[in-house]
């Protein structure tokens, strides 16, 4: 039985009054409603786990570096991560992979260090507007999960969420049916490669312009397991509906 989860990325926004937020969401919230994980900006890191330790709220990262450490200015390792007591780290996002050129190989050697430091990696897989225009999707997220997805992943060490890049904070959302058909599919990719007991134990979030007012529709497909959510995750106001609107375990 997978527990439903709702990760907020809070991407490049947010100061420390921001921090707030988590208070609010801390007070919506009840133990009978979906783990739910928030990724601030790396600045707010230690703070916001400081803030919710005990509420059951997790908190994560949004991208590691592969390596343990060295000159490697700018970047944070997964050990730094967990030092914080962030528990997830999202990787793969596709503002990562087109802004920062990162490719599946790199992603995957990320999710490696991201194990190694005990981390939770939510990995971020998707197709262009234009692979979705042309057939390909399933196509890209083969090559994807292929690429990025490490051997040894399990419920525990791993969470996939699939956002179709087109819908990242434009307002569009692929139809019920093309939810369905790419969690399906990703989920007998994961079957295939780590067996029916893992395969199935690794949640799947869906991702792209979830909001309040479509989130239980998109909640009714079997092998979505919750969402990643970008502008709706930064207010508490907007966030709990969402999160209340997945089935609770
Ligand atoms: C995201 O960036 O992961 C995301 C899903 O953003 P939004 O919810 O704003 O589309």
Same mark, same amino acid.
């Given at each position: ?14 100061? +420390? +009054?921001? $921090?707030? /937020?988590? !208070? ?16 601030? @900006? ?7 786990? %400081?803030?919710? =330790? ?5 908190? &994560? ?7 343990? *450490? ?6 944070? *390792?997964?050990?730094?991560? +967990? ?18 050129? /990162? ?14 430091? *005990? ?8 197709? *262009? &507007?234009?692979? =979705? ?5 399933? !196509? ?22 699939? %956002? @179709? ?5 434009? #307002? ?14 990703? =989920? ?9 007991? %893992? &395969?199935?134990?690794? =949640?799947?979030?869906?991702? #792209?312009?979830?909001?309040? !007012?479509?989130?239980? %529709? ?8 919750? +969402? $990643?959510?970008?502008?709706?995750? $930064? ?15």
């Amino acid at each position: 039985m997978r527990r439903n989860l709702a990760a907020g990325n809070w991407k490049m926004n947010g100061t +420390a +009054a921001a $921090l707030s /937020e988590l !208070d609010k969401l801390a007070t919506y919230l009840s133990p009978d409603d979906a783990e739910t994980v928030i990724c601030p @900006p790396a600045h707010l890191l230690f703070s916001a786990c %400081e803030k919710m =330790r005990g509420t059951g709220i997790a908190i &994560g990262a949004q991208d590691c570096h592969s390596a343990a *450490s060295g000159a490697f200015t700018g970047d944070i *390792s997964a050990a730094m991560i +967990a030092e914080t007591g962030a528990t997830y780290v999202i990787l793969g996002h596709s503002e990562r992979r087109d802004a920062h050129a /990162e490719t599946d190989s790199d992603v995957a050697q990320k999710v490696r260090a991201a194990w190694g430091a *005990s981390l939770t990696a939510i990995l971020c897989i998707g197709e *262009s &507007g234009v692979d =979705r225009e042309a057939g390909n999707a399933l !196509d890209i997220i083969q090559k994807q999960l292929a690429g990025s997805v490490p051997e040894g992943a399990t419920g525990a060490n791993l969470v996939i969420a699939y %956002e @179709p890049i087109w819908a990242i904070g434009t #307002g569009k959302v692929p139809t019920l049916a093309q939810i369905v058909e790419a969690h399906d599919f990703i =989920r007998a990719h994961l079957i295939s490669r780590f067996g029916q007991t %893992e &395969g199935d134990a690794i =949640r799947l979030l869906y991702g #792209g312009s979830v909001k309040p !007012d479509n989130a239980a %529709e998109i909640f009714t497909a079997e092998n979505v397991d919750g +969402a $990643l959510v970008g502008g709706a995750s $930064l207010k508490a106001d907007d966030f709990a509906p969402i999160i209340k609107a997945l089935p609770q375990a």
